[in-house]
């Protein structure tokens, strides 16, 4: 059973870049998951997927996040991070990660692996 831990700051300012870290625990192994996805929900709105990092190493992005966003991974650490720069009151949101068969994950389905998400502010 993959176990998935979202970890950072909660309160970042504007204009700084915010930094949240994804613990995976229990291994992959006998699942189906090759990506791993940062996802979040605003206030009020539905869930945006962010970016993605797959099994080899390959990053996707959504284009219109693309120039402030990056994912990256240590193997070592069994972890994988999400960076995203320049931000406003606008990026306030509860962000996940999530272990999935797919890119681009944009709702619940069977077979992913939801970390249980950590609640980001921006705000001076």
């Known amino acids: 059973q993959v176990q998935l831990q979202e970890s950072g700051p909660g309160l970042v300012?504007?204009?700084q870049?915010?930094?949240?870290?994804?613990?995976v625990s229990g291994g992959?192994?006998?699942t189906s998951v090759n990506y791993w996805n940062w996802i979040r929900?605003?206030?009020g709105k539905g869930l945006e997927w962010l970016g993605a990092i797959s099994y080899s190493g390959t990053?996707?992005?959504?284009?219109?996040?693309?120039?402030r966003t990056s994912v990256?991974?240590?193997?070592?650490?069994?972890?994988?991070?999400?960076?995203l720069s320049s931000v406003t009151p606008e990026d306030?949101?509860?962000y996940y990660c999530v272990a999935?068969?797919?890119?681009?994950?944009?709702?619940?389905?069977?077979?992913d692996y939801w970390g249980q998400g950590t609640q980001v502010t921006v705000s001076s």
């Open 41 to 43: 929900q605003p206030p």
């Open 59 to 67: 990053t996707y992005y959504s284009p219109p996040l693309k120039s």
């Open 72 to 83: 990256s991974r240590d193997t070592s650490k069994n972890q994988f991070t999400l960076q």
């Open 13 to 15: 300012k504007p204009s």
């Open 100 to 111: 999935s068969t797919r890119v681009g994950v944009r709702t619940r389905e069977p077979g």
């Open 28 to 30: 992959s192994r006998g």
């Open 92 to 94: 306030t949101a509860v």
């Open 17 to 23: 870049t915010l930094s949240l870290t994804c613990t």
